[in-house]
Nanobody
């Protein structure tokens, strides 16, 4: 059984910073990519940032230059450093583990989400 658990959300003022963490646990052999998605009320879930096991990254245009994704392959953990936060960054942030290989299968997994609120 694979679990994906996020942490680090909260309330921050505009211009502030937050760091999100996400750890995948279980009998994992490998994970192709890990990423962060977000969903604001009334909107569809969207990709924020994604990083592959080789370190290739891609970002949503709206966060380029402000957010940085990083990964510790040995710990199956991914981080999202968010700087210069704006009210429009307010959303539930979800961690995704893409193509997780275990003994029995290859599958994708999602965390439960962590709320990020940017407000004065």
């Amino acid at each position: 059984q694979v679990q994906v658990v996020e942490s680090g959300g909260g309330l921050v003022q505009p211009g502030g910073s937050l760091r999100l963490s996400c750890a995948a646990s279980g009998s994992i052999f490998s994970i192709y990519a890990m990423g962060w998605y977000r969903q604001a009320p009334g909107k569809q879930r969207e990709l924020v940032a994604r990083i592959t096991s080789s370190g290739s990254t891609n970002y949503a245009d709206s966060v380029k230059g402000r957010f940085t994704i990083s990964r510790d392959n040995g710990k199956n953990t991914v981080y999202l450093q968010m700087n210069s936060l704006k009210p429009e960054d307010t959303a539930v942030y979800y961690c995704n583990a893409d193509r997780v290989r275990t003994l029995s299968k290859l599958d994708d997994y999602w965390g439960q989400g962590t709320q990020v609120t940017v407000s004065s």
